[in-house]
C-alpha cells in the first residue's frame, strides 16, 4: 500500500530494485484497484481503543446503576467496533435493564454470533426471550449454557418451567 502512495507522490514513478522506473497509468490504476478497502492496522488499532475506552466507561456506569448512561456508552463502542462481542451483550444487557428487552434481543444475538461460548449473552437471552413469552427459544439458551457447564440460576430454571417445561425432559 506504502508503494501506490509513493508512486502517486513521485509523479507515476517508483522503485523497480534499485532503480526508477516509470508507470504505465493503466498499470498504475490496476494496481489500485487490488488494495484492499481494509482501514489500515494503525487505524484499526486506534478504532478498537476507542470502542474499549466506551465500553469501560459504560462498565463504570454499568457497576454505579446508571443503566441509560451505560447503554449509551455501550452504543458508541459498538458504532466504533461492532466486532465486540463483550460491548453487545452489555448493551443488551443494559437496555433490558431499563425495561427493553426486544430492543436487548438482537444485541445478545449479536454478541453470540461474534462469540458463542459468551455464557452472559445466552444468560440474558434467556431471561428476555422468557419475558416476552418466547418460552421454548428461552430453553434453547439455557441448554447451550448446560452444554458450557456455566451455571444457571435456579429460580429463573424454575420460573422456566412453571411456563413451560424443559422440552428435553418430555
Same mark, same amino acid.
Given at each position: 500500500?506504502? !508503494? ?5 507522490? !513521485?509523479?507515476?514513478?517508483?522503485f523497480v530494485g534499485d532503480r526508477l522506473s516509470h508507470a504505465d497509468p493503466i498499470q498504475l490504476r490496476e494496481s489500485v484497484k487490488t488494495i484492499p ?100 427459544e428461552a430453553w434453547d439458551h439455557v441448554h447451550e449454557l448446560q452444554a458450557m457447564d456455566h451455571p444457571v440460576n435456579p429460580e429463573f430454571l424454575k ?12
Amino acid at each position: 500500500m506504502p !508503494l501506490v502512495f509513493l508512486t502517486f507522490l !513521485l509523479g507515476m514513478t517508483f522503485f523497480v530494485g534499485d532503480r526508477l522506473s516509470h508507470a504505465d497509468p493503466i498499470q498504475l490504476r490496476e494496481s489500485v484497484k487490488t488494495i484492499p478497502e481494509k482501514e489500515s492496522s494503525a487505524s484499526a488499532i486506534a478504532t478498537r481503543a476507542l470502542a474499549m475506552r466506551y465500553f469501560n466507561l459504560g462498565l463504570e456506569l454499568q457497576k454505579i446503576g446508571k443503566w441509560k448512561a451505560a447503554s449509551l456508552e455501550y452504543f458508541r463502542s459498538v458504532g466504533e467496533d461492532d466486532t465486540l462481542a463483550e460491548a453487545h451483550a452489555n448493551l443488551g444487557l443494559a437496555l433490558a435493564q431499563q425495561g427493553e428487552p426486544e430492543k436487548a434481543i438482537p444485541h445478545h444475538l449479536r454478541a453470540i454470533e461474534l462469540k458463542p461460548t459468551l455464557p452472559q449473552a445466552h444468560v440474558n437471552l434467556a431471561i428476555d426471550l422468557a419475558h416476552i413469552g418466547q418460552y421454548s427459544e428461552a430453553w434453547d439458551h439455557v441448554h447451550e449454557l448446560q452444554a458450557m457447564d456455566h451455571p444457571v440460576n435456579p429460580e429463573f430454571l424454575k420460573l422456566l418451567a412453571s411456563r413451560l417445561p424443559d422440552p428435553r425432559k418430555k
